[in-house]
């Protein structure tokens, strides 16, 4: 009996360890998890952002971006979309998505195009890379590569350090890309070199790189090539950060210090 017993135990574990192995290894595999980190602070005027959501929809639409997709190893990634503003202000509007053909491509620009535009205060770029930390974290998916694509018109003034999340997010082995909006002309809270700001003190990870948009004109071509790049895991023509070039390194804390200064003054 006591024998019957053991051989029983020992089919029943071994039953339950074969049982488990495909629940440890159930998450998806992807070539590519990214996160679209959108700024949606008043500085981003409502011409502003329907031109962001404009080229973040045309992006996915893009032949190129699904061909790229399907040049993957695994012909597959998992993108979620969020829009971030101050410290508070982070909200999934697309959860993690897994897209693999035109037609789950084309869900996700629609999804996208058809979203109510709004604005919230402030300008915490460090809030959204660590927030896109989370999102990365709990994807469900398992990425070969793992991208934050921040795009937004200034910098960081609320919240930790923009360099310290930044340095976290690369230490975990994720790349932060940056899209720095520089469409009006230097004003209120704004900074000139905004370009420089974001190759300083925003992106970071091996490959990482930022697609500046200086004329409105380029807003739209700007977002489905830096997209394309990063789906395709490629580096951006040199023309494209040229400008930026030979300049000081970037104050990190320059958004801070405007801050302070409009509520000393």
Same mark, same amino acid.
């Given at each position: 009996?006591?024998?019957?017993?053991?051989?029983?135990?020992?089919?029943?574990?071994?039953?339950?360890?074969?049982?488990?192995?495909?629940?440890?290894?159930?998450?998806?595999?992807?070539?590519?998890?990214?996160?679209?980190?959108?700024?949606?602070?008043?500085?981003?005027?409502?011409?502003?952002?329907?031109?962001?959501?404009?080229?973040?929809?045309?992006?996915?639409?893009?032949?190129?971006?699904?061909?790229?997709?399907?040049?993957?190893?695994?012909?597959?990634?998992?993108? @979620?979309?969020?829009?971030?503003?101050?410290?508070?202000?982070?909200?999934?509007?697309?959860?993690? @998505?897994?897209?693999?053909?035109?037609?789950?491509?084309?869900?996700? =620009?629609?999804?996208?195009?058809? +979203?109510?535009?709004?604005?919230?205060?402030? +300008?915490?770029?460090?809030? =959204?890379?660590?927030?896109?930390?989370?999102?990365?974290?709990?994807?469900?998916? $398992?990425?070969?590569?793992?991208?934050?694509?921040?795009?937004?018109?200034?910098?960081?003034?609320?919240?930790?350090?923009?360099?310290?999340?930044?340095?976290?997010?690369? =230490?975990?082995?994720?790349?932060?890309?940056?899209?720095?909006?520089?469409?009006?002309?230097?004003? &209120?809270?704004?900074?000139?070199?905004?370009? @420089? &700001? &974001?190759?300083?003190?925003?992106?970071?990870?091996?490959?990482?790189?930022?697609?500046?948009?200086?004329?409105?004109?380029?807003?739209?071509?700007?977002?489905?090539?830096?997209?394309?790049? $990063?789906?395709?895991?490629?580096?951006?023509?040199?023309?494209?950060?040229?400008?930026?070039?030979?300049?000081?390194? =970037?104050?990190? &804390?320059?958004?801070?210090?405007?801050?302070?200064?409009?509520?000393?003054?």
């Amino acid at each position: 009996m006591v024998r019957q017993g053991l051989a029983r135990l020992a089919t029943g574990l071994a039953l339950a360890f074969t049982l488990w192995i495909p629940a440890a290894r159930a998450e998806t595999e992807v070539d590519l998890a990214l996160v679209v980190a959108v700024d949606i602070s008043f500085s981003m005027d409502p011409e502003e952002q329907s031109l962001q959501r404009e080229g973040f929809a045309q992006a996915f639409r893009s032949r190129l971006v699904q061909d790229a997709i399907r040049g993957g190893l695994l012909g597959k990634i998992a993108v @979620t979309y969020m829009e971030w503003a101050g410290v508070t202000d982070q909200k999934v509007i697309i959860p993690w @998505t897994i897209v693999d053909d035109p037609e789950s491509l084309m869900a996700l =620009a629609d999804r996208i195009a058809a +979203t109510p535009l709004s604005r919230a205060q402030r +300008t915490s770029i460090s809030s =959204a890379i660590d927030f896109s930390v989370k999102l990365l974290d709990q994807s469900g998916v $398992e990425a070969t590569r793992r991208v934050i694509d921040v795009s937004g018109d200034g910098p960081n003034n609320q919240g930790r350090a923009v360099e310290q999340a930044r340095d976290d997010a690369v =230490a975990k082995g994720i790349i932060v890309n940056g899209l720095p909006i520089m469409l009006r002309k230097p004003g &209120y809270l704004d900074i000139s070199d905004l370009d @420089t &700001y &974001y190759k300083d003190c925003v992106i970071g990870g091996q490959g990482s790189f930022m697609v500046p948009v200086r004329e409105r004109d380029q807003f739209v071509n700007a977002i489905k090539t830096k997209i394309l790049l $990063e789906v395709a895991n490629l580096m951006p023509a040199p023309h494209l950060i040229e400008p930026i070039q030979n300049t000081p390194r =970037a104050n990190c &804390y320059t958004g801070e210090m405007q801050w302070r200064e409009r509520w000393n003054n």
